[in-house]
């Protein structure tokens, strides 16, 4: 969906939504877990991303949400050259950790 093609908004409010009802405690939701991607396989999330899911992934796994945000930063890839892009969590490399 296009940027300004109604559904995607509407589909950008029920997502928000969602997130609001799951969550105890209000915070802001980054915008890439409310909007989707074209394509539906990016490999990899925001550093934000993943920390906003930090106690609903630690609960599903059985662990600490220390030790789930020690493994985000492990599995997370900088900037290239330091100043190219932005951050990135390796979603693969994270879900390994997590198995291991």
């Known amino acids: 969906l296009g940027p300004l093609n109604p559904a995607l908004a509407d589909a950008v409010v029920a997502r928000y939504q969602q997130y609001q009802t ?3 405690a209000p915070q802001s939701v980054p915008v890439e877990l409310l909007t989707a991607s074209a394509s539906g396989l ?3 999330i925001s550093p934000a991303a ?3 899911q930090v106690a609903r992934v630690a ?3 059985h662990m600490d949400s220390a030790q789930l945000k020690t493994l985000i930063a492990n599995n997370t ?3 290239q050259f330091g100043v190219l892009g ?3 969590l390796n979603v693969l490399g994270l879900n390994l950790a997590l198995d291991e």
């Open 77 to 79: 890839i900088p900037r």
């Open 86 to 88: 932005e951050p990135r």
């Open 50 to 52: 993943a920390l906003y």
């Open 59 to 61: 609960a599903a796994r």
């Open 42 to 44: 990016d490999p990899d």
């Open 22 to 24: 799951a969550d105890s």
